[in-house]
């Protein structure tokens, strides 16, 4: 007769796929690499969306009277970049960060483009 040996190796796995958690590092580097555009459409800037945790408040604009500190938008008669700051928290520890200011792209009403 033969001798038979078997061998089984098993491994488990998490279904879980979630992204690691974020940081207030990670948070303040993704704005800084996400400049925002506003459309001719838009009244108000909206926040960036961050992740939970992560409250993000207006800390004012470059050319306030393009966007106010209540962040009304007031449309150029040319688009024009804004330099936006803002002010990222981690609610878990209650650091703030002030990133670098981070590029806005204000966009004119096309009516304003009318050639002269």
């Given at each position: 007769?033969?001798n038979n040996v078997?061998v089984a190796?098993?491994?488990?796995?998490s279904?879980?796929?979630?992204?690691?958690?974020?940081?207030?590092?990670?948070?303040?580097?993704d704005?800084?690499s996400?400049?925002?555009?506003i459309?001719?459409?838009?009244?108000?800037?909206?926040?960036?969306?961050?992740?939970?945790?992560y409250?993000v408040k207006?800390?004012?604009?470059?050319y306030d009277?393009?966007i106010?500190?209540?962040?009304?938008?007031?449309h150029?008669?040319?688009?024009k970049t804004v330099?936006?700051?803002y002010?990222?928290?981690?609610?878990?520890?209650?650091?703030?960060r002030?990133p670098?200011?981070?590029?806005?792209?204000?966009?004119a009403?096309?009516s304003?483009?009318?050639?002269?």
């Amino acid at each position: 007769g033969y001798n038979n040996v078997s061998v089984a190796e098993w491994e488990a796995y998490s279904n879980d796929q979630a992204e690691p958690g974020a940081t207030l590092d990670s948070v303040v580097s993704d704005l800084e690499s996400n400049p925002l555009t506003i459309e001719t459409d838009t009244d108000t800037l909206a926040l960036p969306t961050v992740p939970a945790g992560y409250p993000v408040k207006f800390n004012g604009a470059d050319y306030d009277q393009l966007i106010a500190a209540d962040v009304t938008v007031n449309h150029p008669l040319v688009d024009k970049t804004v330099q936006v700051a803002y002010v990222v928290t981690d609610s878990a520890t209650g650091n703030t960060r002030r990133p670098p200011t981070s590029p806005t792209s204000s966009k004119a009403p096309t009516s304003s483009r009318k050639a002269t």
